[in-house]
């Protein structure tokens, strides 16, 4: 379903990316791996389509979408992507619900119909009460569920989710995890996951390890 061909990717002088391809199957959950500094976030964000690698490419569906221009590239997040960030990165103003209701809205959907939407969502994530909160009054492990249903309200075929633990305690980052996992292997979602945790990574299929740039190791579950 996705794969990269060796990809480059380079931030002034610092090499990001030397080189990486890697394959990724239909419903499979892959953590990325690796120190700081490795590449994780970058090979995703290439992956993801947020940003292009200097060279190589990048497939979804066997088709290029390193070549899409930005708009393409946002109506393919929009559409079948979905991606959770290490804070959540929410609209501070809008609540919890109209946060998660915002990628409906921006396709055209109802306001009501999204609204409905966003709520059985943060209800299937346990974050039921989060609904009218916003985020400014959500704990860590309560904003992460929120960004996560924001993530998952379109339908998406492949979550990308950038240390979603990061920046949560080990018991938030257990249900979280938990949460995740279970709710791409009820619906079939490809997910794809960096992580520094090993704790986390344990709930993949697969480890890809990166080192300087370079795709170091595979590990299977």
Excluded at 27 to 40: D, F, L, N, R
Excluded at 47 to 55: D, N, T, V, Y
Excluded at 138 to 165: C, H, I, K, N
């Amino acid at each position: 379903m996705l794969e990269a061909r060796a990809l480059r990717k380079t931030f002034a002088s610092t090499v990001a990316l030397d080189g990486v391809s890697l394959e990724i199957g239909a419903g499979e959950i892959v953590a990325i791996t690796g120190p700081s500094g490795s590449g994780k976030s970058t090979l995703l964000h290439c992956l993801a389509g947020i940003i292009r690698p200097e060279s190589g490419e990048v497939l979804f569906d066997g088709k290029r979408i390193d070549t899409l221009d930005e708009t393409q590239r946002t109506n393919l997040r929009r559409q079948s992507f979905g991606v959770v960030f290490q804070f959540g990165q929410l609209v501070p103003e809008l609540t919890a619900a109209e946060n998660v209701a915002l990628p409906l809205l921006f396709d055209r959907h109802g306001r009501q119909e999204s609204l409905n939407t966003a709520r059985s969502w943060l209800e299937r994530l346990n974050a039921a009460e989060c609904g009218e909160q916003r985020p400014g009054t959500l704990s860590g492990g309560q904003t992460q569920r929120v960004a996560m249903a924001r993530a998952l309200v379109t339908g998406p075929r492949v979550v990308f989710a950038d240390e979603p633990t990061g920046a949560l305690d080990s018991l938030a980052g257990e249900q979280l995890m938990d949460e995740l996992t279970r709710t791409a292997r009820a619906d079939g979602i490809t997910l794809v996951i960096v992580t520094h945790d090993n704790r986390v990574a344990a709930y993949a299929d697969r480890e890809l390890v990166l080192r300087d740039g370079e795709l170091a190791a595979e590990v299977a579950a």
